[in-house]
């Protein structure tokens, strides 16, 4: 563990009281959005134990219904055992509370379903592309955890886990390790099916790489997507300026023309459009004056 992953390094953290009060000890609270994902994948979980065959036909990936796109979200909140959903959700916790302090609730969620809709889509190209497993169902939100590790491993390569349960080695290590793992079952699966067999033995890897591989997507061009937004906004706003401008220059000659006729022929030769023109911008001037004086 690193000294960023100690208790008082978090922003949540909270010192014991004093005066000798009891000490507590606990895991830190996760943040709103990786709560609310644990929440809903238990929950969910629990209700497939009892209505399995309602669930997996509307909510699971297959191949063969690739155009309902509703099932690229719905799946990641599918699991298959207790086991596979420990694991998802250890991971999440852990990981996705790092990230989530750090981008925010809205980016880290929809990084997260987007980069596990983009695993179920993996998989779906690659069946469809091969031709088996097309009517299996895909569970599970191992993509969109496969991500949170990619994303985790770039940006806080302090971190430590534990692999296996007992040996502590860097996240980077454990993030090739797995990618690796990820790729070599990938391309066996594709031999297989290049042979007439199964893409898969019961674990979807291509969906765990397409994750992987989403993430580091992600994280290459949202920067670039923002400056491109960014300056977008600047230009639009600059342009704004210059129309507003324009506006207040041509109010400003007009202005001018109408107190040239007054010096020239009295108040009384103005119109009621004229008076209109110079009243409003009586107020607009003594509105910037009191918000002068205010400052």
């Known amino acids: 563990m690193g000294i960023h992953d100690r208790p008082y390094m978090h ?14 000890v606990g895991l830190p609270r996760p943040q709103t959005a990786v709560a609310w994902l644990l929440v809903v994948n238990v929950a969910v979980f629990i209700v497939r134990i009892f209505a399995r ?3 997996d036909p509307w909510l699971a990936v297959v191949a063969d219904d690739w155009w309902q796109i ?11 055992s207790v086991g596979h959903l420990f694991f998802n959700m250890l991971a999440l916790y852990f990981l996705g509370m790092v990230l989530e302090r750090t981008w925010g ?8 379903l987007v980069c596990g809709a983009c695993a179920g889509l993996a998989h779906v190209v690659l069946s469809k592309t091969f031709g ?27 971190i430590r886990l534990l692999l296996f349960f007992i040996l502590p080695v860097s996240i980077r290590v454990v993030a090739v390790l797995l990618l690796g793992v990820a790729v070599l079952n990938v391309l066996v699966g594709i031999r297989s099916a290049m042979e007439g067999g199964a893409l898969s033995g019961g674990i979807s890897h291509v969906a765990h790489l397409g994750g992987a591989v989403a993430a580091g997507v992600w994280i290459c061009l949202a920067p670039r997507v923002r400056r491109i937004h960014q300056r977008a906004r600047l230009d639009s706003n600059r342009g704004a300026w210059k129309r507003r401008r324009k506006e207040e220059m041509q109010d400003q000659a007009r202005i001018d023309e109408i107190l040239d006729k007054i010096r020239r022929d009295g108040i009384g030769s103005l119109s009621a459009k004229e008076r209109r023109i110079l009243r409003d911008a009586t107020r607009r001037q003594q509105r910037q004056d009191r918000d002068l004086y205010r400052l």
Not at 11 to 24: N, V
Not at 105 to 112: C, I, V
């Open 70 to 80: 509703w099932r690229y979200v719905t799946f990641q909140f599918l699991h298959a």
């Open 53 to 55: 065959e309602m669930l």
């Open 105 to 112: 609730t809205k980016r880290f969620l929809r990084f997260y």
């Open 11 to 24: 922003s949540q953290y909270e010192p014991p009281a004093a005066g000798g009060g009891p000490m507590r």
């Open 132 to 158: 088996v497993d097309t009517f299996v169902p895909l569970v599970g939100a191992s993509g969109g955890v496969y991500a949170v590790l990619v994303a985790c491993a770039v940006f806080f390569p302090h």
